[in-house]
C-alpha cells in the first residue's frame, strides 16, 4: 500500500520536535552570525565539523528512528549515501588543486567541496520532507555556514563549495522524488535506482580510482546494506514500529555503527567494507527485529492459552 501520509501531514504533530527546531535555529544563526563578525577560525571549524560526511550519515540513521515513517529517514541516508559517493568520484575525476596555505589539515582534490555537497543533500532533502519554514531557515543557515566555513578555512575555493551546493541539492531533490514516487504509487523504484547509483559509484572509487579508501568502503558497505534491505524487506518503512523498539534500536545501530568506524580505520578495505555492510543490515532492520522480539516475549510471559489483549481481542497462544 503507498503510505498517505507524507511527513508535511505529520509535520504540524510534531509540536516538540518543532521547539527543538527553533531553538537549533537560533543558535546557529547566532554562531553564523559571530562567525561572519569576528572571523574566528575556531569558530569556522565548529562549522566544518558540521559538515563532516560521518556526522550526516548518524544524524540520517537517528532520524530513520524518529521521523513519523522510517521510509522518511531512509531518504536522508541514501541522500548521503549518493552524494559522498558522488563527491569522491567528481573529485578525483577533476582532480584539481586546493587553495595554499591552509588552516586546518587537508587532502585529496578541492573540486567540488564534499563538505557543501553532503550538508546540502541533507538539508535540501530533509526541507523538502517538511516544507516548514523553520526547518527551511535552519537549512539555509546551515549549507551557508559551512560552505563559507571552508573558504575561511582555506580548504576550497569559492566555485568548489558553490558547485557542490548545486549538485547536493540536486542529489536531495532526487532522493525526495524517491520518497513522493513511493507516497503516490507504493513503488520503491526511486529508493532501488538511487541507491544502485551509489554502490556503483562506490565500487569505482575503490577499484578504479582507488581513492578515500576508508570513506568508500563505508559509502559501499552501507550502500550495499541499503540496497539488500530494499531488494528483500518490501515492507520496509510500512512497518512501524513501537517506540520502545526505536529507541533501543536507535541507541544500539549508533553505537554500532561508531564502533565500526573506529576500529577498522586502517584494516585491509575489504574487511572494512564486509563490517559496515553487516553493521549497515544490522541498522536498517534491527527495529523491526526488536518490535517481533518484544511482541514474542510479550506473548511468553503473558499468555497462557488464550488470553486476552488491551483491546479485548483473544490471542492464541503456542
Known amino acids: 500500500m503507498p503510505s498517505s501520509c507524507p511527513l508535511t501531514k505529520q509535520w504540524s504533530d510534531l ?10 535555529l537560533s543558535l546557529l544563526a547566532a554562531l553564523l552570525i559571530a562567525s561572519l563578525m569576528t572571523n574566528d577560525v575556531n569558530l569556522w571549524i565548529a562549522w566544518s565539523r558540521l559538515g563532516d560526511e560521518e556526522f550526516y550519515m548518524l544524524v540520517a540513521v537517528v532520524l530513520y528512528y524518529l521521523l513519523p515513517q522510517p521510509q522518511q529517514g531512509f531518504t536522508l541516508i541514501i541522500a548521503v549515501l549518493l552524494s559522498g559517493s558522488l563527491n569522491i568520484a567528481l573529485k578525483y575525476t577533476f582532480n584539481l588543486p586546493r587553495p595554499p596555505d591552509p588552516l586546518i589539515d587537508v587532502s585529496g582534490p578541492s573540486f567540488p567541496s564534499g563538505h557543501a555537497q553532503v550538508s546540502s543533500s541533507f538539508w535540501s532533502s530533509f526541507s523538502l520532507m517538511t516544507r516548514d519554514a523553520v526547518i527551511a531557515i535552519m537549512s539555509a543557515i546551515m549549507v551557508t555556514g559551512i560552505s563559507s566555513s571552508r573558504v575561511f578555512l582555506r580548504a576550497h575555493h ?28 507504493g513503488s520503491f523504484i526511486g529508493y ?21 579508501l576508508n570513506s568508500s568502503t563505508t559509502l559501499l558497505g552501507l550502500g550495499l546494506a541499503a540496497l539488500t534491505i530494499l531488494l528483500t524487506l518490501k515492507f520496509v518503512g510500512t512497518i512501524k514500529p513501537s517506540n520502545p523498539a526505536k529507541v533501543l534500536a536507535c541507541i544500539i545501530s549508533i553505537t554500532l555503527l561508531l564502533g565500526v568506524h573506529v576500529t577498522t580505520r586502517g584494516y585491509v578495505p575489504y574487511v572494512r567494507l564486509i563490517c559496515f555492510y553487516v553493521a549497515g543490515l544490522c541498522a536498517f ?22 488470553v486476552r489483549d488491551a483491546k479485548g481481542l483473544s490471542i492464541e497462544c503456542s
Not at 566555485?159 to 536531495?172: K, S
Not at 532526487?174 to 504509487?185: F, I, W
Request: charged fraction near 15%; charge should be positive; glycine fraction near 8%.
Open 15 to 24: 509540536g516538540p520536535f518543532k521547539v527543538v527546531a527553533t531553538v537549533v
Open 158 to 185: 569559492v566555485a568548489d563549495v558553490v558547485f557542490g551546493a548545486l549538485i547536493g541539492c540536486a542529489l536531495g531533490c532526487a532522493s525526495y522524488l524517491a520518497l513522493r514516487h513511493h507516497s503516490k504509487r
Open 192 to 212: 532501488h535506482v538511487n541507491a544502485g547509483v551509489a554502490v556503483v559509484l562506490s565500487a569505482y572509487n575503490i577499484i578504479v580510482l582507488r581513492a578515500e
Open 285 to 306: 532492520s534491527m527495529a523491526l527485529a526488536f518490535q517481533r522480539l518484544l511482541k514474542s516475549f510479550w506473548r511468553a510471559t503473558n499468555c497462557a492459552g488464550d
